[in-house]
């Protein structure tokens, strides 16, 4: 019986023996092939990282990190702790360089258009609209550019300042009574307001409210997956975009009845309705704009300004510098006068607060490109379409470039900076157009708030906002309000 045991087990194996062999063929062949596919993926071009599977490559793990508290620059932070400071990946189907240096950063922006054009993640892209600024070719974007800039001329610009300055001061009288509030709702609210005012002279507080929120969500859109599935942050980005169009067609339909009309920036647009083609902007295209200088103007000016609060309670010689720069100035403007663009130029160490808090803050994480062609930077082989990304957030933090990177240092812009250190608001022709926008309302807001008010920070948690492609406090920065009483002056 052992013995008829023993030849059933053999006769057994030996049948198998085929399926076995095969067994060991496939786990060999597929081993073989994914060293291959690593190695063809990960060292092409001679830039470290991981390509992953064609399309899907990494893009679960970005958005991994685009939903965690760590923000999505985590995923970057780990790769390049990983591979070192240049490194590739592959999101959403393309394929992405990360450039972490001053010399790669001129090479690329000193060559936008000619070797590198703008590049967006497609959900980004969809977002703003294809003929917005940030996504159109160059011969388009040299027009735009020039057509849009009426709000940021500085005409312009001396009755933004005022009127914004009135804004703030109202609301922040208004605040004193309940003393504590959360900075990143107060400024959002604030930054948004004050842009659809100049934009379209819209102050109807349910409208804005309801275009707020349409904004969240195409902004929560921008770093998401491009699928038009019901509930999905994608879905009700694209949505939302839709309502926000079709609230500023029916306003520009008004405007040309000659039912409504105001003078800002919309107006501005429809007064070259009988001008030339390239002249003008079609309704598509001043309809993206709007969109995209809502966007641009309200999120990362309102970003940046809670991030300067939270500096300057942790760093509080700091605060008390920048408190009595201001304080001088209140003493020399008339009492209730409101801040003028020169009482701003003057503001020499706000300035460099200002500087300082984009430095640390990174509400532009990187500067995305496309490259036209095969090309090298710094010794890296970079291939047609390949798109590379301009890292301002390695800049800034650089040890090489900035001496103790992660100290709030305002002071250290008493030097010259070496070029292409600083660039938070891009470089070259595509230089952000709402720059000195908002550097004029980080500046207002801090002169009213420093000489005006002192505050404690009520919640120190470091953690950051879930799907947010700019870095901001989950927390928000909830604060305590302390007027200053009998100094400064409040228009």
Known sequence: MLDLSKKELIFRVWNSYGVIIAALVSVGITLFVSKVWRKVFTEKGGIPGRLGLPFLGETISFLSATNSTRGCYDFVRLRRQRYGKWFKTRIFGKI???????EGAKTIFTSDFVQFKRGFVKSMADAVGEKSLLCVPFESHKRMRRLLADPFSMNSMS????????????RLKNLEAQKSFVVLDFTMK?????????????????????????C????????SFPTMIPGTPYYKGIKARKRLMEIFRELIKRRRSGSESSEDFLQSMLHRDSYPPNEKLDDQEIMDNLLSLLLGGQRSTAA??????????????????LREEQLSISRNRPEGALLSLEDLNSISYGSKVVKETLRMSNVLLWFPRVALDDCTIEGFEIKKGWHVNIDATCIHTDPDLF????????SRFDETQKPYSFVPFGSGPTTCIGMNMAKVTMLVFLHR??????????????????????????????ITLEPLRGIGNQA
């Open 96 to 102: 992405h360089v990360y450039v972490p240096s001053t």
């Open 159 to 170: 009755k933004f300042v005022k009127k914004f300055d009135k804004m703030l001061c109202e």
């Open 190 to 214: 604030l930054t948004f307001d004050a842009m659809c005012n100049m934009l379209m002279s819209i102050t109807e507080d349910s409208l804005l409210r309801d275009m707020e929120r349409d």
């Open 216 to 223: 969240t969500s195409v902004s929560n859109a921008m770093l």
């Open 304 to 321: 940046a300004m809670m991030w300067a609060v939270k500096f300057l309670d942790e760093n509080r010689a700091v605060q008390d510098r």
């Open 403 to 410: 001496k103790d990177p992660m100290q709030f240092n305002p």
């Open 449 to 478: 708030l420093t000489s005006g008010y002192k505050w404690t920070v009520d919640d120190q948690d470091t953690c950051l906002e879930k799907k947010s492609p700019i870095p901001r406090l989950r927390s928000g920065c909830p």
